[in-house]
């Protein structure tokens, strides 16, 4: 279903920035309640987990695409009473180039997409140099 709402994707920069947040897309679903994971899918690529945040604001990053160089960069934190979840992307590069979705699920810790119950539409990160 989708209950969500993604935004603060664009046209940016090698080596720029961009935060992206995920809210309800109406006031009649609580928010906070929920897990959050963000996901992402390249051009000509399945949809992959990125990582996750809890109601209480532990996370964690999936393996497949964070190599060791690199995790951590993007970070994901929630603000419980703007009731948003952010994702954070600095010095961005051309490979992170895709559709950013996130999900919730009344559980934490989920790393297949099926298991997650609402959805928003996804917002557009396009890196060009």
């Known amino acids: 279903q989708v209950r969500l709402a993604e935004s603060g994707g664009g046209l940016v920069n090698v080596g720029g920035s961009l935060r992206l947040s995920c809210a309800a897309a109406?006031?009649?679903?609580?928010?906070?309640?929920?897990?959050i994971a963000w996901f992402r899918q390249a051009p000509g690529k399945e949809r992959e987990l990125v990582g996750a945040?809890?109601?209480?604001?532990?996370?964690?990053?999936?393996?497949?695409y964070y190599s060791d160089s690199e995790r951590g960069r993007f970070t994901i934190s929630r603000d419980n009473a703007e009731n948003t979840v952010y994702r954070k992307m600095p010095r961005l590069t051309a490979e992170d180039t895709a559709v950013y979705s996130c999900?919730?699920?009344?559980?934490?810790?989920?790393?297949?997409?099926?298991?997650?119950?609402?959805w928003g539409r996804g917002t557009q990160v396009t890196v060009s140099s």
């Open positions: 109406d006031s009649t679903f609580n928010f906070n309640f929920y897990a």
């Open positions: 945040i809890s109601r209480s604001g532990d996370t964690f990053y999936a393996d497949s």
């Open positions: 999900a919730a699920a009344e559980n934490y810790g989920y790393r297949t997409s099926k298991l997650y119950d609402y």
